[in-house]
Every structure is written in C-alpha cells, then in structure tokens.
C-alpha cells in the first residue's frame, strides 16, 4: 500500500475545460477534509453529463447530493465520506479521479489534485436504494487532510460492546 | 463471520421505557434498507441522553442526522450507511446494538430486532470533522433488506479505471 504521492494519470476533464489545480485554495473556508482546497474546479453544477440511466436511480437529498464513501480497495480501510452531485459521479466514473463536490465551498473538488493524495478509482457502487454510493480507491498517503490515513482515526467514541457467551 | 441469527444481548433502553419489537411494521412507508420495520422504536427524538461533549462534536444536517457508515469489523465489508441523531448515537453506544433513524418512517430503527440481521457494536468513531460515524459491528445475516450481505452488492456502477504503468 503506497503512501507516498505517486506519478498519477493524465485526468480529462468531461466538461472539455480546463482544470486549474488549486484555484480557490488562498480562500479557504468551511472545515475538515473539505478545507484543503486541493483540485477545485468551480465549473457550474449543472447540466450533468451523468448517464440519464444512472441518474435516474440516484436519490438525492434536499441539496442534489448523495454521501460517498471511500473505502482502501485492498485493506478495506474505510477512508472518508464525501458528498458528490451527478457531475461529481459523472467525473468519478470517467476520469478514474475521485472528484467531490464541496459543500463548504461549493465547489468540485478532486482528491489530492494538488497534495498528491489522490484517490485512484477501483470500483463504483450505489446501495440498493439509490441514496449512497461506495467507491473503492486506491488512496495515496493521508485521506485525511490532518495527515491520518483516513478520517476516523483520531476520534473514537466510547461504546458499550456486549459479548454474547455460548 | 457468522451469518445466521444468534442469540442476541438483552437490549436496555436508555429512555427506560418497553421496547416494541416490530412496532409499526404494518405499515410501511419509504424505500430501501428502511422498508423492513424491523425494530422501529416511535420515542421522541428529543431530548437525547448523548454525552454533552460528544453532541457538542456533531455537525449535523438540516434534519439533525448525520450518516453512520457501518463496516463488518474483521472482514472491511461496508455493509450500509443509515443515518442517526444524537438519541440514535446515545442508543448505539449504551445498548451495543446499532440504532438508526429511519428518514422515510421518522422511527428509531434497531436493526435487525426482528428479522434477527443484528449489528452487534465494535467500536464508533467520529470523523475529523464530526459530520460522519464510522460504525464497526458483528452483522449477523446480511444487512440488505433484498437479503444481500451488503447494500452494495447489487448495483455496480461502470467506471473507468486508470493503470498507471512504471
């Protein structure tokens, strides 16, 4: 499992623009992973180039989007939730980049674009009520932008676990 | 990885007041993994008994959910992902069985108190922004309500995979 940046692919941008690694980053607001600013691309959201198929089984909230979960393709590492709209999936799906959409700067986002912490996409899923998505990543170093390998690993809660005897 | 019913834990109710196994199953509402009625709990959602420093860590949505990720704990499996408000949480963590809200039903959803696809609690972490749970959990059976063993199984999406020679 490499956790060092990697030499990525050459990304082709579906909207045929061009992509500017880094815009938006001097101005950074929200928190969390979305806080980075890494490979915002602030095209417009809207028309999608999302197979009509694929979009017409999506469930969205309120907002236009479904959560995303980003799992280490060989560990199973759960890495990171982050929200994508139908560009983000189409983009997803056709540049073999994970792209989100940022909901604290509203912006696409594509993962490690300029940390070099990128998410190479393995496979793409939706749940069997169309409302969330799975999709297997190789992550390259820190999913996390604290520098953890993923989001979950500085804040375990207490539970009561019950072990059942027999 | 046990996938048949097993003798579960005596559940506590943190609100002390009787469980009603299969309360409200008669009549369904929504779609999905949220369909089953399996275990729907009609309390108030409010007020919770959470922690006061964990509530004070949550970011949640509009409708006070965030959404909970739950994982097999030894396998990696992402299993589904349901959503919880601060009661869910506190029930997930005091009774070691998880608890959602069900969005379609407006319930507390125990899962698998009735068609015995438990998810027994491993460990619940927060994420580094506070908006997402990592649920890890012993399910037994299979999550889905199609009766898969995840959420995940049926619906793979085509995407394109990127090789990076050298």
Redesign the interface.
């Known amino acids: 499992m490499g956790c060092a940046p990697?030499?990525?692919?050459v990304l082709v941008n579906p909207l045929g623009k061009q992509q500017c690694p880094g815009s938006g980053a001097g101005k950074l607001r929200g928190?969390?992973?979305?806080q980075c600013g890494e490979g915002t691309v602030s095209d417009p959201r809207s028309p999608s180039r999302l197979d009509p198929e694929?979009a017409a089984?999506l469930?969205r909230?309120?907002a236009g989007l479904v959560?995303a979960?980003a799992?280490q393709y060989d560990?199973?590492?759960?890495l990171?939730?982050g929200w994508m709209d139908d560009e983000a999936l189409h983009r997803?799906?056709?540049?073999?980049?994970c792209t989100y959409w940022s909901r604290s700067r509203q912006e696409y986002w594509v993962k490690g674009e300029t940390s070099g912490h990128t998410q190479?996409?393995?496979?793409?899923?939706?749940?069997?009520?169309?409302?969330?998505l799975?999709v297997k990543v190789d992550q390259a170093g820190g999913a996390?932008?604290?520098g953890?390998r993923t989001?979950?690993?500085?804040?375990?809660?207490?539970?009561?676990?019950?072990v059942?005897s027999?």
Chains 1, 2 share one sequence.
């Not at 560990?75 to 759960?78: A, R, Y």
């Not at 997803?92 to 980049?97: A, H, K, M, P």
């Not at 690993?153 to 539970?159: E, G, T």
Request: charged residues 20%; hydrophobic residues 35%; proline residues 8%.
């Open positions: 990697r030499p990525g692919p928190y969390g992973h979305e694929i089984r469930k909230d309120a959560p979960v799992q560990t199973g590492e759960v990171m939730v997803t799906l056709t540049t073999g980049r190479q996409v393995k496979s793409v899923a939706l749940d069997c009520d169309g409302d969330t799975l996390c932008h604290t953890d989001c979950f690993d500085a804040a375990p809660l207490p539970a009561v676990v019950v059942v027999g």
